[in-house]
């Protein structure tokens, strides 16, 4: 069965450092990837989205991800972190022909002043 | 208005009440989803409407009845609830079962059941 695991439930960084937020998957097939930021007391927002095109992806607030089929991991980067960035962030996994995205556990991030 | 709209935001109930959770959007799209979030749990796809039929249904509780009367708008109606049914209930939308499209969600209804 596919799944996805989110490698670390809490992460904290101090405002200004690195974020990375990973993210593997299992999968037989080539998958589409996503990147969800979710704030208290609101929904989901897709950050970004692999769909087979170039395997470093872009998205919204300055975050990127970038697919590695080799290590079937689709890790969650950001320079340099805001105080803004506190959310959890959720991985998640579609497949063509289906309607049922996979959704990771969720890490929640930190950031300190 | 844009995008995905749940109503209420906030919903109190008894046992033995009878409420229903609203979602409508304005997207275009043309599958709905809703989902349970749950303190320390993962997201549980709940129902998925395709072009106003049902696709799917995850084993959710007879309790749960979901409605989706055209492409725009999904109800969930909630009748003898249990605590363990309060819980942030999120509709989502998109477009097809292409997979990649990504959903939209709604800012969640949070339920306690009391």
């Known amino acids: 069965a596919q799944s996805v695991t989110q490698l670390g439930s809490h992460v904290s960084v101090s405002e200004g450092a690195l974020v990375l937020l990973r993210c593997n998957y299992s999968s037989s097939v080539p998958p589409y990837l996503f990147w969800y930021v979710q704030y208290p007391n609101q929904g989901l927002q897709l950050l970004l989205k692999?769909?087979?095109?170039?395997?470093l992806v872009k998205g919204i607030n300055g975050f990127e991800a970038e697919f590695k089929k080799s290590e079937t991991s689709f890790h969650l980067t950001k320079p340099s972190a805001h105080m803004s960035d506190a959310a959890e962030y959720f991985c998640a996994v579609g497949y063509t022909g289906g309607f049922k995205t996979i959704f990771g556990a969720g890490t929640r991030l930190f950031v300190k002043a | 208005e844009t995008g995905v709209t749940q109503t209420p935001r906030h919903l109190v109930m008894g046992m033995t009440n009878k409420k229903s959770l609203k979602c409508e959007q304005h997207?275009?799209?043309?599958?709905m989803y809703w989902y349970k979030q749950s303190a320390k749990k993962p997201l549980e796809l709940m129902f998925v409407?395709?072009?106003?039929?049902?696709?799917e249904n995850n084993s959710v509780p007879s309790r749960f009845s979901p409605e989706c009367p055209n492409s725009s708008h999904l109800f969930l109606h909630l009748h003898t609830l249990q605590p363990e049914d309060s819980a942030l209930y999120l509709c989502?939308?998109?477009?097809?079962?292409?997979?990649?499209?990504?959903?939209?969600f709604g800012s969640g209804t949070r339920l306690t059941v009391v």
């Open positions: 997207l275009g799209h043309n599958a």
């Open positions: 409407y395709s072009l106003e039929e049902r696709v």
């Open positions: 692999y769909t087979s095109a170039a395997t």
């Open positions: 989502a939308s998109s477009q097809g079962d292409r997979g990649g499209s990504g959903y939209t």
